[in-house]
């Protein structure tokens, strides 16, 4: 596929404020930090990570077909012969310079979004209906953090006419930075929960820090809060004392401007009242989460004065990103057995979500409802305890069979009634093996935990074991 140029060889010195070195670089079609994803064309930012220096990869970008690469000065003799080169004093700060500059140049209409729990999955269900109504930019998968965010504005064509950012933080005033460069029309808060414990005090501390996100919001903006949500009050005042001109709330509460009526989880349907209208749609992804996340996206529709008819006929075809509820149908024995992966992040709040969500996905004929879980990190001196509590939910989802991974999973195992335990393992690859070999037909298998729990081998040992019977997002 041929792609459009995104930014002009020439254009980048003054947007990167940059020295060139070996000559005039040609025009970008994209922007990478990755080399793994770096597609021919691309301008790449040798960032400093967390763990490796981009710096090393530089020539390996140039073998993967980069256009040019942003290196900085200390760098910059030692990969001369890479050349063409822009080369500035920080590389991280010249990606935000351009992400600024790709903001000011676009003429789209922004929208931001943040929240404890289902931002990227809300961010993904937005991309869907906007990309109904017009060319919709949006950053990739859950780029959030002070690398994502720059990178996925810097990424915005000018052609966009909507742009869908996803911002996230886990300290205080990260948020703040970020959305100034998004400055968005429309600032969205999914949900405050309590995660990110280890750097906040309590849940009134998470939601000053998501709040954040209507400090960037463009005069006369809106901001659109979750009424449901224990501070919504707390945000409610934050977004008032901001350049937002309307407040909006889904949910629900009585009181909601966008209100969910009722849900059906056994086929993803939705009745709800948007500003007034009475809908009836349908979710192409199961669980009552995405069904108020639905409304989130539904208010942002009205205030973009979409046709609402039009908006909800885009929800139908939304899957979920992977990791976050996605079910898959597999072979075994002489039937089938389903999967729902949730292993791509945990925090109490969508743990009780996800076990909602098993809940009400019925096993057939002798099936059974197994939930595989990990460690929910960064809970803070607490983690035990939140992970112990989660017992009622368990029963309450009539869990028949727990695998659990982790020391922090194993407060929760001990905590479970007898007959539910299958094993508890330190870790996910000691887990793996007891997990799969457990799978039979007719049971509807949920596999859950936070990214450092390596929760995922699981998924993957399952997709390696079974033959896959079809996917489905229903």
């Given amino acids: 596929m041929i792609r459009e140029t995104l930014w002009s060889g020439l254009g980048l010195i003054g947007a990167l404020r940059a020295r060139v070195v070996g000559g005039l670089p040609r025009d970008v079609d994209g922007v990478s930090i990755d080399t793994r994803s770096l597609e021919p064309g691309d301008l790449f930012f040798a960032i400093k990570g967390d763990a490796r220096d981009g710096h090393e990869f530089v020539e390996t970008a140039f073998g993967r077909g980069a256009a040019t690469a942003v290196v900085d000065e200390a760098h910059a003799a030692q990969l001369s012969h890479l050349a063409p080169l822009y080369v500035v ?92 460069l998004v400055k968005p029309h429309v600032a969205l808060v999914t949900r405050v929960a309590p995660v990110h414990l280890e750097h906040f005090s309590s849940l009134e501390a998470i939601a000053d820090a998501k709040a954040e996100i209507f400090t960037g919001l463009v005069d006369g903006g809106v901001a659109i809060l979750n009424r449901d949500d224990e501070t919504f009050e707390r945000l409610l005042e934050a977004a008032a004392a901001s350049k ?26 939705v009745e709800a009242d948007i500003f007034g209208r009475r809908l009836r749609y349908r979710i192409g992804a199961p669980g009552r989460h995405f069904a108020l996340n639905s409304l989130a996206v539904l208010t942002i529709a009205h205030v973009l004065d979409f046709d609402l008819q039009e908006a909800v006929d885009a929800l139908k075809d939304f899957t979920p990103p992977k990791g976050r509820g996605r079910r898959e149908k597999f072979l075994v024995d002489d039937g089938e057995f389903t999967l729902i992966d ?53 029963e309450k989802a009539r869990v028949d069979l727990l695998f659990t991974a982790g020391p922090l999973m194993a407060r929760l195992f001990y905590a479970a009634p007898e007959q539910m335990r299958g094993a508890h393992r330190a870790n996910a690859p000691e887990l793996e093996g007891d997990a799969v070999a457990a799978i039979g037909k007719g049971d509807v298998v949920m596999v859950k935990g936070s990214n450092g729990s390596r929760m995922t081998r699981i998924v993957e040992a399952i997709r390696a074991k079974f033959a896959s019977a079809h996917s489905d997002a229903v």
């Fill in 342 to 394: 949730e292993s791509y992040n945990a925090n109490p709040t969508s743990m009780r979500a996800a076990l909602d969500l098993l809940a009400a996905t019925a096993p057939s004929g002798s099936g059974r409802r197994i939930a595989a879980l990990g460690d929910m990190l960064e809970l803070g001196p607490s983690a035990g305890e939140l992970h112990a509590e989660l017992a009622p939910d368990l």
């Fill in 244 to 269: 937002a001109d309307h407040v909006f709330g889904f949910g629900a509460t009585e009181g909601a401007q966008a209100r969910l009526l009722a849900y059906e989880p056994s086929d993803g349907s």
């Fill in 89 to 180: 004093k920080d590389v991280q700060e010249a990606l935000e310079r351009l992400g600024a500059k790709a903001r000011e140049r676009s003429s789209a209409y922004i929208v931001a979004v943040t929240g404890s729990v289902g931002k990227t999955s809300t961010k993904d269900m937005a991309k869907a209906v906007l990309s109904r109504f017009g060319e919709t930019h949006a950053s990739a998968a859950s780029y959030n953090n002070q690398w994502g965010v720059p990178l996925s504005l810097s990424r915005l064509p000018t052609s966009a006419r909507y742009g869908l950012f996803e911002v996230g933080m886990n300290h205080a005033g990260e948020i703040a930075a970020l959305v100034d």
